[in-house]
């Protein structure tokens, strides 16, 4: 037995050395940011990081290549490679403090490749290099990848089976993890692109196949998910002067209504919160609002006649319990009391009977919504349906909580470039997508959708202190062009991305 236990012992004592020397030997990376680490007897005070560039196991060719050489103090340090789609080798020199030829032997990783990091497809041009927030990184969504403030690509979505196209609402959760949707889904991995979370596809709100999932997906401080879906139905076509509250129908039973002229297709948005185990904890119904509102008078003066408010965004104030919605279609944002679901106030366009002044309200097709440290509403605001508008980023005061009342206290007009502003109905161009982040000195990091392609941060003395521009190669023209995107996210420090490189060693672990 003795024999059998010291046996089993020298067996497994090598692979728990080789468990804390990273990267693992021969991994492939997704990303240039990369967490090295050796057993704390081979890495201590008077250490040296070596790296090369190549794949190398003898002294002279690892010395004639090297590209790094970084000093550490504890036995894991973080260190930018130089290059995607390169070989590295790497050792520890002078460990404990000893011989400076004393080393821990070679270790070997590579890093991937995927199309749209490479620079001679895709780039962020940088048309204003950052006065602040020189140590931030943004995600941009169509080109599935993480940036430092000067443009360069730090990590990518990795290609598999799962992710073969772009991500939608790519960012950092509270957790030091990424969450994004991605075609019919909604995904929560670590920064090696590892699946930690998914959204169950069960159907119990939507009474469908799927879910239908749609533009924002956000994890919670709680541990918790939340995410828009919708739910489709029929609602019978009304004039406004015969309006009445038993109209909508909107769940499977009217399915034998869709040949019926006297009713139309609706989609009803919803909004879902899921626990780690996939359990629905918390839902809202748009249906259970809008039978009850005047949105009926807004829908039965548009052409075509549909009843699709399209919900885009959502802000949970978790600590005082309030859902804020975007209703894109109709320009309105809700204040929802959480878990009650009551609709609190309605910020935006209001509409009567009479069908008169559709979009009557301080924005117009906004795609997102937000509270600011001193609790005042901000938004993405689109402008849309305007030939002469531009899109703007607006805060309200909202008055005591018990009306419907903004007063706004801040606007910037966003930079429209003359090769769009120039354009006949330049808001079509302009009025899908984009978002806004208050940053911690206030200032807002703003995306800039549809085809102008710009990422930015202003100030609130509206003073511009960084500025990108998206952009993608046609080849058949040999010209660099607007890259359209849909949303772009902020990591405002760098201590948070490396919180993302160390969550990855605790991929398994579960969060609260």
């Known amino acids: 037995m003795l024999r059998l236990l010291v046996a089993l012992l020298l067996m497994t004592a090598p692979v728990f050395v080789c468990a804390q020397v990273l990267p693992q030997e021969g991994s492939k990376l997704n990303f240039r940011m990369v967490g090295f680490s050796a057993p704390d007897e081979t890495w201590g005070k008077g250490s040296t990081l070596e790296i090369a560039a190549g794949k190398w196991n003898s002294a002279d060719s690892f010395a004639q290549h090297k590209v790094k050489s970084v000093a550490v103090q504890e036995h894991k340090v973080i260190v930018e490679v130089p290059a995607f789609g390169m070989q590295y080798t790497w050792r520890v020199v002078g460990a404990g403090g000893g011989d400076k030829n004393e080393s821990s032997g070679f270790h070997h990783f590579s890093t991937g490749y995927y199309g749209t990091i490479d620079t001679n497809n895709f780039r962020v041009r940088i048309l204003k290099p950052a006065e602040k927030y020189q140590d931030a990184y943004f995600f941009v969504d169509h080109t599935r990848a993480l940036y430092d403030m000067k443009g360069n690509a730090l990590w990518y979505l990795p290609d598999s089976s799962k992710f073969k196209d772009f991500p939608v609402d790519l960012k950092?959760?509270?957790?030091?993890?990424?969450?994004?949707l991605y075609e019919s889904a909604a995904y929560e991995v670590n920064f090696n692109g590892?699946?930690?979370?998914?959204?169950?596809?069960?159907?119990?709100?939507?009474?469908?196949?799927?879910?239908?999932?749609?533009?924002?997906?956000?994890m919670l401080k709680n541990g918790h998910y939340m995410i828009l879906g919708k739910k489709a139905g029929f609602a019978r076509m009304v004039l406004p002067e015969t309006i009445d509250t038993d109209y909508l129908i909107d769940d499977s039973r009217a399915r034998n209504l869709i040949n019926d002229p006297g009713y139309v297709q609706a989609s009803f948005g919803t909004l879902i919160e899921y626990n780690k185990t996939g359990e629905i904890v918390w839902s809202w119904k748009l249906s259970d609002y809008f039978k009850h509102s005047d949105l009926p008078y807004f829908t039965v003066a548009r052409t075509p006649l549909d009843f699709d408010m399209h919900q885009n965004a959502f802000y949970f104030d978790e600590k005082n319990k309030v859902i804020y919605l975007s209703l894109k279609a109709c320009s309105r944002i809700l204040k929802i009391a959480y878990p009650s679901?009551?609709?609190?106030a309605e910020y935006g366009s209001i509409f009567k009977r009479e069908a008169k002044g559709i979009h009557n309200g301080p924005f117009v097709g906004q795609h997102a919504c937000n509270v600011d440290a001193q609790g005042r509403l901000y938004v993405y605001n689109n402008n849309a349906f305007d030939s002469t508008g531009i899109p703007?980023?607006?805060?309200?005061e909202m008055g005591d909580g018990k009306g419907n009342i903004?007063?706004?206290?801040?606007?910037?007009?966003?930079?429209?470039?003359?090769?769009?502003?120039n354009k006949p109905d330049q808001w079509k161009h302009l009025a899908t997508g984009g978002n806004v982040y208050e940053l911690p000195d206030r200032s807002f990091f703003v995306t800039m959708a549809g085809e102008s392609g710009q990422i930015f941060i202003v100030d609130r003395?509206?003073?511009?202190?960084?500025?990108?521009?998206?952009?993608?190669f046609l080849p058949h023209r040999q010209e660099w062009v607007t890259q359209a995107q849909y949303r772009a996210s902020i990591i405002a420090n760098k201590g948070d991305v490396e919180r993302m490189v160390w969550e990855a060693e605790s991929a398994n672990e579960d969060h609260p």
């Open 194 to 218: 590892d699946i930690l979370w998914k959204t169950p596809h069960d159907a119990q709100i939507s009474g469908d196949s799927v879910e239908h999932y749609n533009h924002q997906f956000s």
């Open 341 to 344: 679901g009551k609709v609190l």
């Open 172 to 180: 950092m959760s509270p957790y030091g993890t990424i969450t994004m």
């Open 392 to 396: 703007e980023v607006e805060v309200f």
């Open 406 to 421: 903004l007063r706004k206290t801040w606007a910037y007009d966003c930079p429209v470039d003359a090769d769009i502003a």
């Open 461 to 472: 003395n509206k003073s511009l202190l960084w500025r990108a521009q998206c952009e993608h």
